[in-house]
T-cell receptor, first 114, second 114 residues
Framework: AQSVTQLGSHVSVSEGALVLLRCNYSSSVPPYLFWYVQYPNQGLQLLLKYTSAATLVKGINGFEAEFKKSETSFHLTKPSAHMSDAAEYFCAVSETSGTYKYIFGTGTRLKVLA | ETGVTQTPRHLVMGMTNKKSLKCEQHLGHNAMYWYKQSAKKPLELMFVYNFKEQTENNSVPSRFSPECPNSSHLFLHLHTLQPEDSALYLC?????????????FGQGTRLTVV
């Protein structure tokens, strides 16, 4: 079964610093990968997705992620953190079998320090 | 109204009560999902419906009973719940037809069982 692992349940960065949130996937075939963001008491909002069209994917709010097959990784980055980026971030993989399931990682809570 | 709408946003119920959570999507999607999000636990997929047919039941206790009368509506009927069932319940929808399409989430129902 496909799965994703997010390293680091909590990450703190200073405002203006680089944001790097890690995600590794486990799949026997090239998967579809997603990053979502969740603000307190809200649902999940899509940041970006990888669907094999390009390995570097740009998303909303200045985030991007690079698919690296050799490392089975899909890390999320943003060059300069903003206070409004403080939230929980989830990496997800979708199965392309009949059930179209989305399997989520355990999440990384990002804290941005002034 | 667009997107995925969940009602109610908050629900407090006793262990002997019966209540229902409602989800409605206005995106023309064919697949709908229930996820459970508990504190300090990963997002747990509960049920998947594709074209109104249940395609996934992730070993969910029978005190949770889903219903999908059409592709736009999804319900979660609750009865005889336990305090550990307190969580944020998230509904999502997707096209369910092609791989690589993302899931869209509602804002969730915060359930407290007393």
């Amino acid at each position: 079964a496909q799965s994703v692992t997010q390293l680091g349940s909590h990450v703190s960065v200073s405002e203006g610093a680089l944001v790097l949130l890690r995600c590794n996937y486990s799949s026997s075939v090239p998967p579809y990968l997603f990053w979502y963001v969740q603000y307190p008491n809200q649902g999940l909002q899509l940041l970006l997705k990888y669907t094999s069209a390009a390995t570097l994917v740009k998303g909303i709010n200045g985030f991007e992620a690079e698919f690296k097959k050799s490392e089975t990784s899909f890390h999320l980055t943003k060059p300069s953190a903003h206070m409004s980026d403080a939230a929980e971030y989830f990496c997800a993989v979708s199965e392309t079998s009949g059930t179209y399931k989305y399997i989520f990682g355990t999440g990384t809570r990002l804290k941005v320090l002034a | 109204e667009t997107g995925v709408t969940q009602t109610p946003r908050h629900l407090v119920m006793g262990m002997t009560n019966k209540k229902s959570l409602k989800c409605e999507q206005h995106l023309g999607h064919n697949a709908m999902y229930w996820y459970k999000q508990s504190a300090k636990k990963p997002l747990e997929l509960m049920f998947v419906y594709n074209f109104k047919e249940q395609t996934e039941n992730n070993s969910v206790p029978s005190r949770f009973s889903p219903e999908c009368p059409n592709s736009s509506h999804l319900f979660l009927h609750l009865h005889t719940l336990q305090p550990e069932d307190s969580a944020l319940y998230l509904c999502a929808s997707s096209q369910g037809r092609e791989g690589g399409t993302e899931a869209f989430f509602g804002q969730g129902t915060r359930l407290t069982v007393v």
